[in-house]
């Protein structure tokens, strides 16, 4: 291996990810920050919540991300009556030529590249629990019959946060396998006024595939083992795992005041794991074969927060988890020197 | 192979490194070390200048704050020190980052240290070239330019230079001596313009309490029993002998060394003493100086008077019995009285032994007492005054006659009714009487 090829792969990831992101930008004004974030997450094999208000593009983001990366895309929106066959697929009577009779099964929706959980917590925790071993092992087991996902497997689910009526508030675990939580704001006034003039204009713009139908499975998987490449030195996992400690409150070392007070539980490995593969792909970004520490700080504020479960003292207080995080990473980099 | 070839590759990076770290390691302890410097001289310097013009309350609080300051400000500085070494693990990341090599440094030596090799890194070749090529970025030259911190170099110079200014100029600025006049009489006697702010003045006690040189005795002076140690005292005296000259004579020894010289008894001295200063009560009242520092207590006031003392004692013993029957005559041209204001002309020479109170055994800085009948600098004991003889003045007019018609009269009121039988018997019993005088 020579550092030619190397630097030649990371120029490719890079030119790549910028190619998605132009045509993803094209019919998603704003939310330059949430799409980077998804897309760091989508190339470091993870999923992703988003959590906003109706109608601020959502749905938007995600079918032309899947557009642009030219992979199959299906969008369930989870209702209160939404069961878990509806999701994973069920076993049907089929008649065949010769007039037998068995049971075939039909995949469900969730058998796509890319798969948009509209407003996950209108579902039942029964239905919410049959996205976990999809999402989890790229899997899922009918009648005991385990089905593999096609590769790559993307989940971005959706959080309304306003009417919270009849919903269902996601369990931890399931909290847990998402890699990031990105929040999308309110459009600025000159975003929403592009928003305004583009959307009612005669012609629409479309979203052009940047990689070729046939291949762009493979495309995606090779890119996402170019970021499993990526150098990290054990000062690095250090960090990373100090940041996760720092969100326990029991950890060791100095503890911030906020974890201590209002944290009930921290992050799991699972928050190192995001942190140290999202840096990864931040670190391709950057030119760079190897992680800095600087990739997991940027990387933090989308891979932990949603991760800690805060105690009601917190919450009357109106203390949220990022703000929590901007106090571990201030003590971790205190502790780094 | 290739992985031999990896690692040998990574050489001069490592030569480099320890470079670098021997570097910075040498200036961190120049640092160190010069910032110690700095700080003991000038805490020696504040010590010295406390030592000098200082109370020794002063010399106590400020010496002890001084050297508490500096031994905080050294151990910070180890710390700092400490901190600011660079182990063969920290260098790297040190290097890394003052060069701004976004972690390339680090990580290649950490790797390069892992078990198995990183030949099989895909971009281990390319960290490997990064870092290569940036080998000038971070040379030792460049991450610590200077070799010598001048910053803790010229804080260690400044004070060095401070200390050496204090000890140079300190016995041109001694401060300078106070008038001290000896009085016979107690203070309580003397009128307010006798006690000026320019001059120390040394009177007997009053009521003749003897001097007392019982150790622990209150006093309230420096060197009390509740005052400083005796060894921070003793070194505020040796400081100061060691910068403003030799030691002076310890307590008693200037009266006892003048009766040893003048070879006469001590009652003796004391009727030459009160014919000096009579002759000073009516005339200049400052018969003799003494420099004295106008910080130093009342016992080393009184050391000096001694001093001073005995030199216009020899003096006047060069000038003869003539000046001394001279200065026995008062301004008028009346023989000067023997009575309670002082002795005869020419009773002695010698100084009394008793003057300041008896003679004590205590030297400097043992943290004895010793009761001084006064020497009190500048303002004193307003005299008690007289009663007045004489007939009293005349009452003043009433100025307003119209009010006392106003007046309720001023009618005995009976107690209890008494037979009339008995009025001249009641009228003698309570009749005023002189005292003694039979009812």
């Given at each position: 291996m020579t550092p030619d090829v190397a630097v030649a792969a990371i120029e490719d990831f890079r030119e790549t990810f910028a190619a998605i992101r132009r045509q993803v930008a094209k019919v998603v004004i704003g939310h330059e920050a949430a799409v980077e974030t998804i897309l760091v997450a989508f190339f470091a094999g993870g999923h992703v919540l988003i959590e906003g208000v109706p109608g601020i593009g959502k749905t938007l983001i995600v079918r032309s991300l899947a557009e642009a990366l030219n992979l199959s895309f299906n969008r369930i929106q989870f209702t209160v009556d939404l069961m878990p066959a509806d999701i994973t697929g069920t076993r049907i009577i089929n008649e065949g030529p010769d007039g037998r009779r068995e049971l075939v099964f039909v995949e469900g929706p969730v058998f796509a590249h890319l798969l948009l959980a509209d407003e996950i917590n209108r579902a039942t925790p029964k239905t919410q629990s049959a996205l976990l071993e999809a999402m989890a092992e790229q899997q899922v087991t009918v009648a005991g019959t385990t089905h593999a996902l096609p590769s790559p497997f993307f989940v971005l689910a959706t959080l309304n946060p306003i009417e919270m009526e009849g919903t269902y508030q996601l369990p931890e675990a399931q909290l847990d396998r998402f890699l990031f939580k990105v929040v999308l704001e309110y459009p600025s006034r000159p975003e929403l006024e592009r928003i305004l003039g583009d959307t009612t204009a005669a012609e629409l713009p479309a979203v052009e595939p940047v990689l070729p139908r046939d291949r762009a499975a493979g495309r995606v998987e090779e890119l996402r083992r170019l970021v499993r490449r990526v150098l990290v030195a054990p000062h690095v996992e250090r960090y990373a795992a100090d940041l996760v400690r720092l969100t326990?409150?029991?950890?060791?070392?100095?503890?911030p005041e906020a974890v201590s007070r209002h944290v009930v539980y921290g992050a799991s490995p699972r928050g190192g794991q995001a942190l140290i593969l999202g840096a990864k792909v931040l670190a391709l970004l950057a030119g760079r074969g190897h992680v800095a520490v600087e990739d997991i700080d940027r990387v933090a504020p989308a891979a932990l927060p949603h991760r800690l479960v805060i105690n009601f003292a917190a919450e009357a207080a109106a203390i949220r988890p990022p703000d929590i995080i901007v106090q571990v990473l201030a003590a971790g980099r205190r502790r780094r020197g | 192979m290739p992985r031999r070839s990896s690692l040998q590759s990574l050489d001069p990076i490592r030569q480099q490194l320890g470079r670098v770290r021997r570097r910075h390691n040498l200036h961190e302890t120049q640092r160190g070390l010069y910032l110690v410097v700095g700080t003991l001289g000038m805490a020696s310097t504040a010590v010295v200048l406390l030592a000098l013009w200082g109370s020794a309350w002063g010399f106590a609080a400020g010496g002890a704050a001084a050297a508490g300051v500096a031994m905080l400000s050294v151990v910070f500085i180890a710390r700092s020190v400490r901190r600011g070494l660079l182990g063969a693990a920290r260098s790297a990341a040190w290097a890394d980052r003052q060069a701004e090599l976004e972690g390339r440094l680090v990580t290649l030596v950490e790797i390069g240290c892992r078990d198995p090799g990183p030949q099989e890194a895909f971009f281990w070749p390319l960290l490997l070239q990064e870092n290569l090529q940036r080998l000038g970025s971070w040379r030792p030259e460049r991450l610590v330019p200077r070799r010598l911190p001048r910053g803790a170099l010229a804080t260690a110079l400044g004070a060095a230079l401070a200390l050496g200014t204090t000890l140079g100029l300190a016995p041109r600025l001694r401060p300078a001596p106070l008038a001290v006049g000896y009085l016979t009489e107690p203070a309580g006697r003397l009128a307010p313009m006798d006690l000026t702010p320019d001059r120390v003045l040394l009177a007997p006690a009053q009521g003749g309490s003897p001097a007392s040189s019982e150790p622990g005795e209150a006093s309230g002076g420096p060197r009390a029993g509740g005052g400083p140690s005796s060894l921070l005292a003793r070194l505020q005296q040796r400081i100061r002998e060691q910068v403003w000259g030799p030691a002076r004579e310890p307590p008693g020894a200037a009266s006892r060394s003048v009766e040893a010289r003048a070879g006469r008894p001590a009652r003796d001295a004391h009727a030459t003493s009160d014919a000096d200063t009579a002759t000073d009560a009516g005339g200049e009242r400052i018969p003799a100086r003494a420099s004295a520092?106008?910080?130093?207590g009342v016992a080393e006031a009184a050391r000096a008077a001694r001093l001073a003392q005995r030199a216009n004692r020899e003096a006047r013993e060069a000038r003869g019995q003539a000046s001394l029957t001279e200065r026995g005559k008062r301004a008028d041209g009346e023989p000067e009285s023997t009575g309670t204001d002082g002795a005869a002309a020419?009773?002695?020479?010698?100084?009394?032994?008793?003057?300041?109170g008896r003679p004590t055994t205590l030297r400097t800085g043992e943290g004895g007492t010793f009761e001084l009948a006064l020497a009190a600098p500048g303002s004193g004991v307003t005299p008690t005054p007289a009663p007045p003889e004489g007939e009293p003045p005349p009452a003043a007019a009433d100025e307003r006659p119209t009010l006392a018609a106003g007046q309720w009269s001023e009618k005995p009121l009976t107690k209890m009714p008494v037979p009339a039988a008995y009025e001249p018997f009641v009228r003698r019993l309570f009749a005023h009487r002189a005292d003694g005088e039979p009812r």
């Open positions: 326990h409150p029991g950890g060791d070392g100095e503890v | 520092s106008s910080e130093l020419g009773a002695g020479t010698a100084t009394a032994p008793d003057l300041f």
